[in-house]
């Protein structure tokens, strides 16, 4: 992306066929102020961002943690495992519990 002061605009606004080339970033006091792009380029992305609106997430049932909860169960458990404490069941015992659950 090519970046020019709004100033540099102002006074070469033959600067706004850079845009066909790639987006321009034109800013004012040192900070973005506008981006100028390809239309074409434009309607696809707000095609895109209609379709990203309207996408509904399905609840799959199972509850959110944060990655960083994720690892502290995982070392909590790890933990556990190796000082011993972990009461384990078998795989069998496992599936017995959870077809009962589905009942």
Not at 5 to 20: C, E, F, G, P
Request: proline share 2%; hydrophobic share 35%; aromatic share 6%.
């Amino acid at each position: 992306m090519t970046t020019i002061t709004a100033s540099d605009l102002k006074q070469n606004t033959m600067r706004l066929q850079d845009a066909l080339r790639g987006d321009l970033l034109v800013t004012k006091r040192d900070k973005p102020f506008v981006v100028v792009m390809d239309y074409e380029k434009y309607k696809r992305l707000e095609r895109f961002i209609a379709a990203m609106e309207e996408e509904e997430v399905e609840d799959d049932g199972y509850p959110s943690i944060s990655f960083d909860e994720a690892c502290e169960r995982v070392a909590e458990a790890v933990e556990r495992y190796e000082s011993g404490t972990m009461k384990t069941i078998s795989k069998e015992t496992l599936r017995e519990r959870l077809k009962q659950r589905r009942s």
